[in-house]
């Protein structure tokens, strides 16, 4: 088991990114997390825990500093998307935000992790937004009509059907 090099400091907004990716990995048939569940799971990753004891700021920034579509205050992070009342999940690129947090970092950077560590949450998440992008735009059931008219007034031209239309008005 490594250790944290003691000159490495993990923002908060950082970890709460790691729960949740974590959170998401370990229960795939899950859409999002209450709160809670997510502050409670960081509580107790002894992977998470091993950077120290969680700090008194992670909640409000489950809360609030990283939550892409809730106003910015003060932070700008782009870090989690609120689905629900008191639910979050871990923001895709796609996924509406405030305006003003245009540009909030997404994800942590690898070296502000130690290293080697959580690599492979970066692979996941990467497969993860494609694959949900995929299955959200085959799934919903307005972005499947797109194109589907295409061809209704490939017999006549569009003023032709309008004017057709309104024969016989006065």
């Not at 569940?37 to 990283?66: D, K, M």
């Not at 609120?82 to 935000?97: H, I, N």
């Not at 194109?147 to 004017?163: I, M, P, Q, T």
Request: aromatic fraction near 12%.
């Amino acid at each position: 088991m490594s250790t944290v090099p003691a000159a490495i400091q993990i923002k908060v907004a950082d970890e709460v990114w790691l729960a949740t990716a974590m959170l998401h990995q370990r229960y795939p048939e899950r859409s999002d997390f209450s709160i809670d569940e997510i502050v409670a799971f960081a509580r107790g990753a002894h992977e998470l825990r091993r950077i120290g004891p969680l700090r008194n700021g992670f909640y409000v920034h489950v809360v609030q500093h990283c939550v892409a579509n809730r106003p910015p205050n003060p932070g700008r992070y782009r870090i989690l998307f609120e689905t629900a009342p008191s639910r979050r999940r871990l923001f895709r690129l796609g996924d509406s935000y405030h305006p003003q947090r245009e540009g909030g970092k997404i994800s942590p950077e690898a070296e502000d992790l130690p290293e080697n560590w959580f690599t492979g949450l970066f692979c996941w998440y990467s497969n993860w937004c494609t694959e949900t992008a995929q299955r959200t735009i085959e799934d919903d059931p307005l972005l499947a009509l797109y194109g589907s008219g295409k061809n209704l007034w490939s017999d006549e031209h569009a003023d032709e059907y309008v004017r057709r239309l309104r024969e016989g008005w006065e």
